[in-house]
């Protein structure tokens, strides 16, 4: 499968393609853009991918882009992009409100990311979901959130361009190392953010980015 979008044409998966099983385009190194048709049989265009299963794209290190619209998809598993390096778009930014996780290690080792965000439907960012994502420099959160969210073990660990953060009011939780490793945070103008509140539970070097860093909150340590 590493011949995959050798020709340099973008791999296009038609409309009649409901579930992308485990596995099925691992390894496919070649492989540069992928785009989703949309259902046109009816008045409105309509998306068709309703499951991603883990690993789907695991080490392809060539993939830049994929079109789709994941409105309708109601399972997205682990590990879907690990190591796709030269990945430049957030993938996952088209996940309709009613999908709620992030997954372990969805984006690791993502080392061509630089943007991504979290919507409002997103409850959990799982452990390791961003891990290693060198390049990545922003994150945003999408307005209108009124769902609580938790910050999984490691999700942001090695994150080291990371820049300033602000983190809305309905993220209650995060855990362990979960921003280790993001060296440009709490450094001059690179501000980690949490809003004026004390009901955010932060486990064992949840902040632990800088080996000095300064406590940023009053009574918004636990564990």
Same mark, same amino acid.
């Given at each position: 499968?590493?011949?995959?979008? *050798? /020709?340099?044409?973008?791999?296009?998966?038609?409309?009649? +393609?409901?579930?992308?099983? #485990?596995?099925?385009?691992?390894?496919? @190194?070649?492989? #540069?853009?992928?785009? +989703?048709?949309?259902?046109?049989?009816?008045?409105?265009?309509?998306? @068709?991918? #309703?499951?991603?299963?883990?690993?789907?794209?695991?080490?392809?290190?060539?993939?830049?882009?994929?079109?789709?619209?994941?409105?309708?998809?109601?399972?997205?598993?682990?590990?879907?992009?690990?190591?796709?390096?030269?990945?430049?778009?957030?993938?996952?930014? @088209?996940?309709?409100?009613?999908?709620? /996780?992030?997954? /372990?290690?969805?984006?690791?080792?993502?080392?061509?990311?630089?943007?991504?965000?979290?919507?409002?439907?997103?409850?959990?960012?799982?452990?390791?979901?961003?891990? *290693?994502?060198?390049?990545?420099? @922003?994150?945003?959160?999408?307005?209108? *959130?009124?769902?609580?969210?938790?910050?999984?073990?490691?999700?942001?660990?090695?994150?080291? #361009?990371?820049?300033?953060?602000?983190?809305?009011? %309905?993220?209650? %939780?995060?855990?362990?190392?979960?921003?280790?490793?993001?060296?440009?945070?709490?450094?001059?103008?690179?501000?980690?953010?949490?809003?004026?509140?004390?009901?955010? %539970?932060?486990?064992?070097?949840?902040?632990?980015?800088?080996?000095?860093?300064?406590?940023?909150?009053?009574?918004?340590?636990?564990?």
């Amino acid at each position: 499968m590493s011949n995959l979008g *050798r /020709t340099g044409e973008p791999l296009v998966i038609p409309s009649n +393609v409901t579930n992308l099983e #485990k596995y099925c385009f691992q390894n496919c @190194t070649s492989l #540069k853009e992928i785009q +989703v048709a949309c259902d046109q049989s009816g008045e409105n265009p309509q998306p @068709t991918i #309703k499951k991603v299963s883990w690993n789907v794209f695991y080490n392809c290190t060539n993939l830049e882009k994929i079109k789709w619209d994941l409105t309708n998809c109601t399972s997205f598993s682990s590990s879907v992009f690990y190591n796709c390096t030269n990945l430049t778009e957030d993938a996952t930014s @088209t996940l309709g409100e009613n999908y709620h /996780t992030i997954n /372990t290690s969805t984006y690791a080792n993502c080392t061509g990311l630089t943007s991504v965000t979290i919507n409002k439907g997103i409850t959990s960012i799982s452990s390791s979901a961003f891990v *290693r994502c060198s390049n990545l420099d @922003t994150v945003n959160f999408e307005e209108g *959130r009124d769902s609580n969210c938790s910050i999984g073990a490691y999700a942001f660990k090695d994150c080291a #361009k990371l820049k300033s953060i602000d983190l809305p009011t %309905t993220v209650t %939780t995060l855990n362990e190392q979960s921003f280790a490793g993001c060296t440009t945070l709490g450094t001059t103008g690179h501000d980690f953010h949490l809003p004026n509140r004390s009901s955010v %539970t932060i486990y064992k070097n949840g902040l632990d980015w800088q080996p000095n860093h300064k406590v940023l909150q009053s009574k918004c340590y636990k564990g």
